[in-house]
């Protein structure tokens, strides 16, 4: 995966390195570096933030003790982030403009460019074999044996149609994935998109920015633009938790995990979870925070009664 981050046009954003987030011309001079729309770079700044755990830091270092758990204990996400680019001014640390470029090769890529990608994270783009999927194995069936992990792994090799004791290269591994499972369950996996399309399409629809070269849409306007406030989110969250209120959790995007994370850390206080998941929902989203989104959301989960606190 790194061998194809390091082909990415990251030298197109080495002259924001030095900037500040807190001009005014922040996500809009990203947006011209890389052709994103702006409500694009805003929303993975806000996701930048939170595995920074700072507002103004401007370059991630996943070496670092402080970063958050989710870097610092998922030994996944930290094999991911050895393989993003590092600046040379600074090789310890990602810049953000790196990071939106990353994001945007993921969220273009064919799928067998992602499996391309897939393949060299997983071996560091050395041939894969049933003792390197044993290993990926322990990390995810923690409480297997060995001889059940060796099992799983030599099947998994089966699968993709590996004889024993044999290994696949890459072209190997992405036909046999392809081969292996249905087109639109592996475009499920696989898919990542910065914003959901119908969301771009909003904000297509409005104005553009005079001063951006790549006539992207003024973020000021879309940020002003029929967002939800602190009394409506506290009324939906007391209301909804008298109900089923993991759907609208779950609508919003979060994991089960998280919910389930997020209540012990509110002791088991389900108005107080959910305030505290769409709080979260609105700093994530940005602009994109709309009453009208959110009334999709209490929709598709079936709080049809809620939807008028948002009128």
């Known amino acids: ?32 570096a890389t052709g994103l729309a702006v409500v694009e770079v805003e929303r993975l700044w806000n996701r930048f933030k939170q595995l920074t755990g700072s507002r103004d830091q401007t370059r991630l270092y996943p070496d670092n003790s402080a970063v958050p758990n989710e870097i610092s204990n998922d030994v996944f996400v930290k094999n991911l982030m050895r393989h993003f680019p590092r600046s040379k001014s600074d090789p310890n640390s990602i810049p953000f403009g790196y990071f939106i470029v990353v994001m945007q090769w993921l969220d273009a890529a064919t799928i067998p460019q992602k499996l391309a990608a897939v393949y060299h994270y997983l071996n560091n783009g050395e041939p ?32 993709l149609g590996a004889k024993e004791q044999s290994k696949l290269n890459m072209q190997q591994f992405v036909d046999a994935v392809q081969r292996s499972i249905p087109p639109n369950e592996l475009e499920d996996i696989l898919k990542f998109n910065i914003i959901p399309t119908h969301l771009l399409d909003e904000a297509n629809a409005l104005p553009s920015l005079p001063a951006s070269s790549t006539n992207i849409r003024n973020i000021n306007d879309y940020g002003n633009y029929d967002l939800v406030n602190d009394e409506q989110l506290r009324q939906i969250a007391s ?73």
């Open 128 to 159: 894969i074999d049933s003792q390197m999927i044993s290993k990926l194995l322990k990390h995810v069936y923690l409480d297997s044996k060995d001889d059940e992990i060796k099992a799983l792994s030599q099947q998994f090799m089966q699968q």
């Open 1 to 32: 995966m790194g061998t194809v981050f390091n082909t990415l046009p990251i030298a197109e954003t080495d002259h924001l390195s030095n900037m500040s987030p807190n001009r005014g011309d922040w996500l809009t001079s990203h947006a011209d």
């Open 239 to 311: 209301q909804v938790s008298y109900k089923n209120w993991s759907k609208l959790a779950l609508a919003l995007g979060f994991l089960e995990y998280d919910i389930e994370a997020y209540k012990i850390k509110n002791n088991n206080d389900s108005s107080a979870t959910m305030l505290e998941l769409l709080h979260m929902w609105r700093e994530q989203e940005g602009s994109l925070a709309t009453k009208n989104r959110l009334k999709r959301y209490l929709e598709e989960s079936g709080f049809y009664e809620l939807v008028s606190l948002l009128n």
